[in-house]
């Protein structure tokens, strides 16, 4: 059994996963879990692509985890996370 150190990397994307990414956090402790369909909040942060409009929201619309080895040091773990303007269902 394996008992390297694990870090752990977050990284939201707008729209798909081709462009960088918008926002990013490292840590040596997981993050919570996030599904498809969760809101995204994006107040708080200016570095948007597209900053949703009054009445939109952003919406998560893919998930992917990449997993890696660094010999004899520690296992990365990254959790991306892809995000879609949404029209708000909020009253």
């Not at 394996?2 to 990414?21: K, S």
């Amino acid at each position: 059994m394996n008992n390297l150190p694990i870090e752990y990397h977050f990284e939201v994307y707008e729209g798909t996963f081709l462009n960088d990414p918008s926002i990013s956090w490292s840590s040596s402790t997981p993050f919570p879990a996030v599904a498809v369909g969760d809101y995204f909040e994006h107040r708080g942060y200016d570095r948007w692509y597209e900053t949703p409009k009054q009445g939109e929201r952003f919406k998560v619309k893919e998930i992917e985890h990449i997993f890696w080895e660094i010999a004899e040091d520690h296992i990365g773990h990254k959790l991306m996370v892809c995000l879609e303007v949404v029209v708000s269902e909020k009253a």
